[in-house]
């Protein structure tokens, strides 16, 4: 946890708060913090900044709050991304809360199993949890906006349009692709297939709306292993 995270219901005034739970734990048995120490806070969807600890128990602690930093911009990037495995999922959204992605959109594909839309992973607060731990991980505060696309067609079809409309559209692909463009903070959509890629039929609708195929070189890399990557070359 390299920033602790507060909820406005933390709040008992405007710059006291009180944190209990897993975030109470790790303060004393990470930090191992005393009365008067320091630690990096951040009010979720707000600024950053430091609080004081003013006293502690094994199931509370106090902390008087400055709040005076913004957070780290986010990303100017929509994610499309074909639902991964369960066990990868948790992964996903971890790494896009550090890598500050703006948007993902987890969208049906041909080769994503059927049985993966019931994953208990896609609950809302499992889906926040673990974009908490990769706003702890990243030192940030802004959660990405999360959309579930359960239906392929009609999503590209009907919505897609406007989504993409103005802005840069790269679809990851490993056949017949141009190599990924270089770092600039442009808008983007960019869109990742499942384990396997997309199949011709996802790719050319994709193309059909100015996404163009790119490619990471010769290597397959996992979902997992393609998505930091992709973002750590794009931006």
């Known amino acids: ?6 909820e406005d219901s933390d709040f008992e005034t405007s710059s006291r708060a009180t944190v209990s739970g897993r975030r109470c734990q790790h303060i004393l048995d990470v930090h191992r913090v005393k009365a008067g120490d320091e630690l990096r806070v951040g009010l979720i969807g707000g600024d950053m900044g430091t609080a004081t600890i ?5 199931e509370r602690i106090t902390l008087d709050v400055i709040l005076d ?5 986010q990303l100017p990037l929509t994610l499309l ?10 992964r996903i959204f971890q790494t896009c809360a550090t890598m500050g992605v703006r948007e ?9 199993e059927k049985s993966y839309w019931q994953s208990p992973w896609l609950q809302p607060e499992k889906i926040r949890e673990h974009l908490l731990l990769g706003l702890e991980q990243g030192v940030d505060t802004q959660l990405p906006k999360v959309q ?5 067609k009609p999503f590209v079809e009907d919505e897609l349009p406007s989504i993409a ?6 679809v990851a692909h490993p056949y017949h692709a141009s190599p990924c463009p270089s770092s600039n903070q442009e808008e983007t959509v960019l869109a990742i297939g499942p384990e396997g890629g997309f199949i011709p039929y996802e790719v050319d609708k994709l193309e059909h709306l100015g996404f163009t195929p790119v490619e990471l070189g010769r290597r397959i890399l996992r979902v997992e292993t393609a998505l930091p990557v992709l973002l750590a070359k794009l931006f």
């Open 1 to 6: 946890m390299n920033i602790v995270l507060l």
């Open 54 to 58: 003013v006293q502690y128990s094994s």
């Open 69 to 73: 930093c913004a957070p780290p911009p």
């Open 81 to 90: 991304m074909a639902l991964p495995r369960p066990k990868v999922l948790k």
């Open 104 to 112: 993902l959109i987890l969208i049906n594909s041909f080769r994503v």
């Open 148 to 152: 579930l696309q359960k239906r392929f």
């Open 165 to 170: 409309d103005g802005k840069r559209c790269l």
